[in-house]
């Protein structure tokens, strides 16, 4: 928001709105096994990526899907990345800024594995169907030592990887933003390359490191997450299929800027896309299959953040990709789970999630003008998606007016604006007049005290499929002071 903006707000209303400019693109690392889902979301996550700094995406096999010298996972994210050179001339008609196919294969490595999924640890096998082929697998003891540190893992390779010296490379770079970890597979190369980079920079820069890095994890996937939270712990405090996994990990925990733990949410999102729904879009959508996309929520809340709905820095917000809350139990304040959320926190947002990819995916197929494209969300002169922060007096009439919002394709819109309760920390009744209307307005509750109220402004237009953007308001007392536990605040990329 503009200088000017700030003012004619405080001179109209009487309150402080606080706002910031846009963020860069968000730095992104995507660790992935490439299993019966990932190359769903890998698909997805491409239509998307102008919104990404993709600084790398480790590919690295998971048992019991793939054994460790089993070539499908990388030949798997290969495949998805012929196809998208071929669509790519095509897709960039409608973004320009897309990751361009050489780019995309400048940061695709192999990493190490495999070691098997964390609630399979000490099974020691597996005998079943995933996604359409039957799998026979077995391994033996499993224990972190084994294949974090030095020398060579038990199946003869050593601990360092292509993809762990990539990863060094990411880590060294001079740049001040957050990293946005993303495990839809083993963290077992995250963590040697972080074992290595505290070995080869000391505890200082390794320590400025792990605050930049703020991970989301699709379950903790494999043992190596014991390097960042106690597994012990996490099967006593939280709501994780754990099997009978134990922590094997006995030297220091380092805590990263944040950890968000999805629990279990992303299972309901694996049977929102259908496969005859996506094929038939170009040569990546024949490649979506019936595996399902339990990995995607880890980037979904980076998209939505992008469409204005959250800040990717406070998970407790609500996103695409669910909401978090605290974890419960020994661990840092900047830990999160879905332990204690509500899944529909994540499936309230699907009718809107599907449109948007559904919209995507005719950029395979159709120029710029025969597709939709998201509305613009305004709040007065304010196009941005930032979040507003409002501070007023109890008692206090303010009027927020979303009039200047459009579509760029001239469609007719629907406004709606709601209260987000969930998101919220006020606890009293507060409903909203006219909620559909423009211009709303409102009164600050005399019984705010130290809490906040969500508001959402939905923007939807009338096209095909329809798209929405939004903005959030956060309503807070002026004369109440800010709680320093928040998580700090970053700005999201439009």
Sequence with gaps: MKKTAIILLILTFGFVASVSADHPKY???????????????????????????????????????FNHNDPGPWNKAQSIINAYEQEYPHLKK???????????????????????????TNARKFSGEIAGRHVESSWGDIHFHDWIGEGLNPNGEPKDSEG????????????????????????????QALYRFRQKNGDKKFSQLLAKLHVFGILLQDITFDYLISLDDVKTHGCLNMGDTKSTYTGERF????????????????????????????????????????????????VSAALGLNDPADP?????????????????????????????EMMRWVPEVKNNFMNRLDWSLKEPEEVNHEPVAAIGKDRSNNIIRIKAKPGKTLQLDASRSFDPDGDQLAIKWFVYETAGTYTGKYAL?????AVLNLKMPEDLGDKEIHLILEVRDQGTPSLVSYRRVILQNLQAPRPSSLPSKSRSPR
């Design 433 to 437: 007049d006219c909620g559909k209307n």
């Design 94 to 120: 409608h973004q320009s800024d897309l990751i361009t196919p050489e780019q995309l294969r400048k940061v695709t490595k192999q990493g190490r594995g495999a070691i098997p999924i964390l609630f399979l």
């Design 316 to 344: 407790t917000m609500g996103s695409w990709g669910t909401m978090f809350t605290k974890m419960q139990g020994p661990f840092p304040d900047s830990y999160f789970s879905t332990c204690n959320v509500n899944v529909n």
């Design 255 to 302: 805590s990263p800027g944040w950890l968000l733990l999805d629990e279990g949410h992303f299972w309901k999102y694996i049977s929102v896309m259908k496969q005859n729904e996506v094929n038939g879009h170009g040569p990546m959508s024949n490649l979506y299959d019936h595996g399902g996309e339990g990995d995607t929520p880890a980037f979904l809340y980076l």
């Design 27 to 65: 730095r992104v690392v995507i660790l992935t096994d490439q299993t019966h889902d990932d190359g769903n979301s890998l698909i997805r996550y491409l239509y998307y990526s102008h919104f990404f700094d993709t600084e790398a995406i480790i590919v690295t096999p998971q048992l019991p899907d």
């Design 164 to 191: 762990s010296e990539y990863l060094l490379e990411v880590f060294s770079k001079k740049d001040d933003r957050p990293i946005y970890v993303q495990s839809w597979g083993g963290p077992i190369t995250l963590i």
